[in-house]
């Protein structure tokens, strides 16, 4: 069992949290599954925080109607639940990490594995797509490099950043010529099935990137 130790709320629907890590050991990019006890309920649950860390966070979206996540927004420090894991090989290879420009693409809460690469293997060479409904979903941006960031914001007409761009993460992604050497990077591609295969469709089809520079995970 992993002790809740400390939650920080973003806004009421997007939390972090973390737990006691104990032995455990991942890649960045990996999941879990977090269970209540008592409750025959598990939910998988991308790695947020480094390797490094002491402790093991996670990035939650609350869902309305949602039973896990509504579950681990109610619990308090010094709460405990079970871990199992490391699951899955959405990762980044030693390959990519030396010789590539690795391009991050992220709905949501898709960004947590971006944040736990980021912070593990201190990256520099990389871009980032988030795709967020309004500024207040924003997550993490003092982690990544404001010149390499691209926000896309789909509920709000005001943008006011220089880095945040109004509409989806396609709208950026029809014109990625503007980004060098776009066609050899690796592009690793988090969250929703829709944006993940919206993508997927302008990077291959449009673009003729090879697929096999296309790593994805769908959280739902
Ligand atoms: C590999 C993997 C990694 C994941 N990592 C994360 C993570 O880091 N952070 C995170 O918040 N979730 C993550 N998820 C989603 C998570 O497992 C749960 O599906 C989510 O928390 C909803 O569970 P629930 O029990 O609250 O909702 P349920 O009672 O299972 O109801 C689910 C309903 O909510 C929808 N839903 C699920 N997730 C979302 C969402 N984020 N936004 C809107 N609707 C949603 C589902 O399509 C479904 O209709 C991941 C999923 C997978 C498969």
Redesign the pocket.
Known sequence: MHKLIRKEYINEN?FKIFFDKKDLKFFPGQ?FS?SIPNKS?N??????TSSNDKELG???????????????DKMEVGDELNIYGP??S?VLKDEYIENKQIIFIAS???I??FVSMKETYNLDNYKLFVGIRETRDLADAEKFDESKSYYCISREDNISKNNHYKGRINNQLEKIEYIKDYENSIYMI???SYMISDVYDILVKEKKINPNNIIT????
């Open positions: 997007l999941h977090l309920i939910r998988e649950y991308s790695s947020y996670f990035l939650i979206r609350r869902v309305e109607g949602g039973i896990m996540s509504n579950l681990l699951y899955g959405f949501g809460t898709g947590a594995p988090c969250g929703n995970e769908s959280f739902f």
